[in-house]
């Protein structure tokens, strides 16, 4: 594997989402050679200030204040725009497709206003520029709407697509915070934009809003032409009032197609979604995209909608994809994140769980506790117990939680208690589903 080639990124912009870009090409970079047969490796990043204190230390070398020198480099192959705002990243965005290279962003903003000419000027050029990132950060929803549901046409595609607001309302809702005061907090975290008005008074949803409703109908929406409306009026008084009536109020962007004119309808606001809805049971900082399609039906995403984790692996989904495109890979080919020799099936004692267990036991004197040591002498561990007469049959149906125990351990209890005395049925187990922390 000495011989591989070495594809080279530079990064415009090293904040939140260029060091995480940075960070998870560094800490997986075996992974890409086996996915990619290349070397995918971060050379350069350009930042304004060279001495700032930042959580991702790369060597100083690697840092320039020029991204133009980045973007000129003949050593350097993909660029990634992270540096946000328009007419600066337009400029270096065209001036990277005029040296033939691809360019991966998140800038829904420059997307919104330029995208038009951006996808042209990137055809010409025959490179690619990719916006995985641009939208619902972590969440694959451009892919999903260009490649997964390409069979689709979209009646409605409607959801929350500005993290910080829904964080803003959720915890107004959940804890009974008056606006301003958890807008402080969404300050402190970090969470705000710079430009307060983009998650506050709707644009960045918009930003977002205008990008699908290209994808999904081919049409570029002009962003002064639809209602974008935020998040500052909503009190708490409303957002009680509409869980009375059964609602929950969120900023949502809705893109609307009426199939029998041809019309479509953009906007970004708050509204009453029923509480049924998933979007509006997704709370907190996370984003939801429900999409209508013609032939799927609704397919609804949900997931971390910001931030340089999530975020940074949408970046790097993209620039496996330029890479793909680079080496004429087809998009199946080798995806296999680990070698079959690095990883086995786990061991029936190694998979650990709690359980429910119902078993129909003859109702007399002593029972329940023979159930009870049969369990024990598998080392399973009751957790709760309740028994519920079956009428005038002389037996009882006894129901039962485990505390934690193992695959190995139930199946042998189960066996034990298949044979005991007063056990009149075989019985029943289901296992109690821990999503843990790994879902939330
Ligand atoms: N400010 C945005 C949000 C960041 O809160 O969702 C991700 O685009």
Redesign the pocket.
Known sequence: MNDIPTIRVGILGFGTVGQGTWKHLQENSSFWEKILAVRLVPVRASVRNLNKERKVLIPMESLTTDSNAIVDDPDIDVICELIGGIEEAKKLTLRAFSHGKSVVT?N?ALICEHGEELFNAAEKAGVHYAFEA????GIPIIKVLRESLVANEFPLIYGI???????ILTRMENQGVGFEEVLKDARRLG???ADEA??LEGF??AH?AVILAYLAHGLWVDLKSITVEGISKISNEDLEAAFALGYKIKLIGVIRRNFANNHISVGVYPALVPVAEIIARTDG?Y?GISLTGSVVGTVVLTGR???QDP?SGSVISDLVDVVKGIRGMNSYSKLIHVAPEECKLAQAIEICGCYYLRLSVVDKPGQLAKVAECLAEHEVSLATVSQSPKGASASANIILTTHETNEHSIAQAMKSLEQLGGVKEPPVLFRIFDPGPASR
């Not at 641009?134 to 950060?137: C, F, Q």
């Not at 697509?161 to 964080?167: A, H, Q």
Request: zero cysteines.
């Open positions: 998140a829904k641009s939208v619902a950060g697509l500005n993290g910080t607001s829904n964080y969470y705000v934009e983009l998650d960045d949803a977002k900082v984003n909608g910001a931030g975020t």
